[in-house]
């Protein structure tokens, strides 16, 4: 039944197209006066070709219309697919927005904590540095105080020798040179007894 009315919806109106469209001309020759044999080969000619063009819709329209119409089912349901998927996106952005200002104050509460960590290290590290730097100046503090003292001593030893050289070639004279070589002598001769 679901055939028969699928096939001949588009034959009967195939058919009143076509009758449509020939009224005018059998308009025109009905002016003209015309011969009962006449009238009869135009509906014969008509009833072929209305017979043809109809053996063609029933032969050929139920294959066209039932592949474009299972083509728009499938078009439908993949519309539908899409749409799932539209829809589904659309949720799924509706929640990141709603869920946008909570990300941005965790972010910053996180951006925060970070910055107080960094700052922390930050500061244990200068302390740390400047505590080196302390023991290295201390160092070369001590390392200078003893090279100083070193060459103070140098200083005082090679002073106090010039020094005495200058006190005993003041002192230094030929006739105590003479006394003292003298007294060198007699202290050889007393010991050698």
Known sequence: MRRLRAVLVP???A???LLLAAHPV?????????SPLTTVFQWINFAVVAGVFGWLLVKKAPAFFSARSSQIASAIDEAA??????????REAEQRLA???REIEELR????RDAVAEAARIQAATKEEAAKIDRSAKMELD???RGARIELRELATRLSIERAEAVLRTQMTPAAEDGMFA???GDLAGRRN
């Open 11 to 13: 034959v009967l109106l």
């Open 15 to 17: 058919c009143g197209f």
């Open 26 to 34: 059998w308009a025109a020759e009905e002016a003209e006066e015309a």
């Open 81 to 90: 697919k899409v749409k799932a998927q539209a829809d589904a996106q659309r």
């Open 99 to 101: 869920n946008l200002a």
């Open 109 to 112: 509460a996180a951006a925060a």
């Open 143 to 145: 390392a200078a105080a």
């Open 183 to 185: 007294a060198f002598l």
